[in-house]
């Protein structure tokens, strides 16, 4: 069982159930560790106090801001900061409820799973009161709490029987698409190469399994370091050939086509 | 098929920033490395490690990290087309803004209006930061919008959490009650509604801090699980109807 990220309450009306908050994803990905090449020794990160030039411990930290005149900085314990909000660090309030696919996935940001803790059968009975109140809706409670001195919005769910919860960015943290330089109306597609276009991705379709995506990023960078191990020389990869536009829009699309029929 | 374009953050980081500093005299602090004997090593004898075995590391350079997704175009290889509904939100990750490149505007243009028609969201890979990604592209608000794909093994399957099941089931009652009030607290998804309050707050102790003022540190109250259900979701609908969801819009200019 991983470790907690969290511990409080979830409320829900009246109704409390004490909960611990999960990661809902692992990090499998191949890490490196910072060593010294000429001793082949692994290093660790050591604070520095720029004043006394010696070691500072990470309790002995605090948290600074600017000062409005720009001279120093205003310190802040992690007790002050937490008291900005401090129901807000130790309950998750539902505020309401919301259809799930009204959500843009674009505020979608960490999944974690909330688990029931506590003595008794109480605890378990509340959350799964929850489950059962939620399940065959597909709504996703609304709420917010604070995590390590940052707010989150938060949505939770249903899922595989359990609580689901993920972390929600905030409007003003999703950058509109306003300012992008996109086509003008001018560039509208014709109405032939619309079709053709539909046509070549209905032929390119498949359901969603995300089963069917490999990740291949490990296994290929553990080849690598075998082969180092071993002593070859890896080659530094050539840059990537950068693809240009294609002249003729109806041409590619319809050679894309006979290309998608012959592998279907 | 091939659309030139040009990969933009989608992300506006809000989040206050604070430095660590020492408490004891409020001096900065440096991150500098050191090995075992608690000697600096200076950045240039610093290298990439992967450990082999117990203490025994093998080294590599970015350019032979870079070697193991070498893509042969800089490109976004879409591979399939999935229907939108289909995608469970959980594996949607970082998203990016896609915008044509000079010259291939058209062929953008034709992407949207052909996703949006289909109703489909691409599926591919890149490689970003020496990393291959899956990731979807799709339309919204006439532009594409790639977005990074959590793989399947990325996530904690529930029955890892262990969760067991209450020796007395919650009733059939409770239930329904449970249920009626979550209708009763059901409203359209607006995100303009949602507002990050505790970024004001914190500003707010920050300058009273400044101003010389204690912070009091209140202790939090400790919310007791419910005992008893039913009253507290009776005591629960009871709320709900008196305020009659008024809460929404209010506030709002």
Known sequence: ?264 | MTVPIKVFGALEDRQIRFRELHGKDGSEVAHVLVGSDGAQVPRERVAKGFEVAPDEYVLMTNDEIKAADAPARKAIELEDFVPADQIDPIYYDKPYHLAPQKGAEEGYALLVAALEKAGRVGIGRVVLRAREQLVSVRPVDGALRMQVMRFSGELVPAKVMDVEEPKKPPAEREIKMAATLVDSLCTEWDPDEHEDEYRERVMEVVKQKEAGEEIEIAEPEKAEASDDLMAALEASLKATKSGSGSKKKKGKK
């Open chain 1, 1 to 264: 069982m991983p470790r907690s990220m969290w511990r409080g309450s979830l409320s829900f009306g009246l109704v409390n159930v004490p909960v611990a908050l999960f990661s809902a994803t692992r990090d499998q990905d191949i890490h490196f560790n910072q060593v010294d090449s000429e001793t082949g020794e692994r290093l660790r990160v050591q604070r520095i106090c720029k004043q006394e030039d010696k070691p500072v411990e990470y309790d002995e930290l605090v948290s600074g801001y600017p000062k409005s005149d720009g001279d120093g900085y205003v310190l802040l314990t992690d007790d002050e900061l937490a008291n900005a909000a401090p129901e807000k660090t130790r309950t998750i309030d539902i505020s309401e409820f919301v259809p799930l696919d009204e959500v843009d996935p674009i505020f979608f940001d960490h999944p974690y799973w909330l688990v029931p803790v506590g003595e008794g059968d109480g605890p378990l009975r509340a959350y799964k009161l929850l489950v059962e109140a939620m399940k065959d809706q597909e709504r996703a409670a609304i709420g917010k709490f604070v995590l390590r001195t940052k707010e989150y919005l938060v949505a939770i769910r249903v899922r595989e029987g359990l609580l689901s919860l993920v972390t929600m960015r905030f409007a003003d943290e999703v950058r509109p698409v306003d300012d992008l330089p996109l086509p003008e109306k001018a560039d509208k597609p014709k109405k032939k190469e619309l079709d053709e276009a539909v046509r070549l991705i209905e032929q390119l379709s498949v359901d969603w399994d995300p089963g069917r995506y490999e990740d291949r990023h490990n296994e290929r960078l553990e080849k690598l370091i075998d082969q180092k191990r071993k002593g070859k020389t890896i080659k530094a990869p050539s840059e990537p050939e950068v693809p240009e536009a294609v002249p003729d829009l109806m041409a590619a699309l319809q050679a894309s086509l006979e290309e998608a029929k012959a592998s279907a």
